[in-house]
Structure formats: C-alpha cells, structure tokens
C-alpha cells in the first residue's frame, strides 16, 4: 500500500523514500491547521523531526479511485511514537489523495484528525 511505503519512510527517518513520494507541493492538515509544504520540506521534516515512530499499523483502511489517476486513501493509524523521551501510543484517522505522475503515484494531500489517546 502507498500509504505504508510513506510510514516505513518515517520511521527509518528516511527523507529521500518520503521524497519520492510526494507532489512537488504537499497540503498538509492536522491540529496546527493547514500547510502546503515542497517536497524538500517534507524530506527534510522526515528526517529532522524530534520524534521517533516506533511502529504503526493500518485499519479501517478506505480506498476509492474516481478517475484512473487519482486514489485517495482513508484510514485509522495507531502509532506509538517517542517524543521528547516520553512513548505515546495514538490513533488518528488519516486521509490521502494521491496522483498517477510518470514516475508513479505521488502524495499531494494528506489529512491527519487525532482520536482518542490510548495510553
């Protein structure tokens, strides 16, 4: 799945793999409100974050594709993610929007809603 390429790349804080994901510009929304981020952004958010993601995994996973080039992908991620020394584990729903490019299916939206905290 797209989505897990884009969450291995995180959590090897691998911004190249993230990179060669993404659109040239990326719209981003979560709890600190909307951005449009370039893709040397993202790949250097990917590696520079002071956050590691120490697993993850998908359910309620939603995919619908209304034109050949276009998929848009929902989702339910917990993921248990260190940050500043303290270990969370969180679910958030997610939401992609991805396009057919040449050199395959790029990211170009992404949308993360926080949900209940679970530890």
Partial sequence: ???????NAMQGKDGAAAAKLCG???????????SSLSVKKMAEMTVE???KLNRF????V?????????A??????QQDVTMDGETKVYSAAECSTWVWKDDGWLCYAH?????????
């Fill in 57 to 60: 995994s998908f359910s309620d």
């Fill in 62 to 70: 939603h995919v619908t594709s209304p034109s050949p080039d276009v």
């Fill in 111 to 119: 949308c993360e809603s926080a949900l209940q905290q679970v530890t």
């Fill in 24 to 34: 040239d510009t990326v719209i981003v929304t979560n709890a600190n409100g909307v």
């Fill in 72 to 77: 848009i992908i929902g989702y339910v991620v």
């Fill in 1 to 7: 799945m797209l989505e897990t390429a884009f969450w």
């Fill in 49 to 51: 974050g002071k956050w």
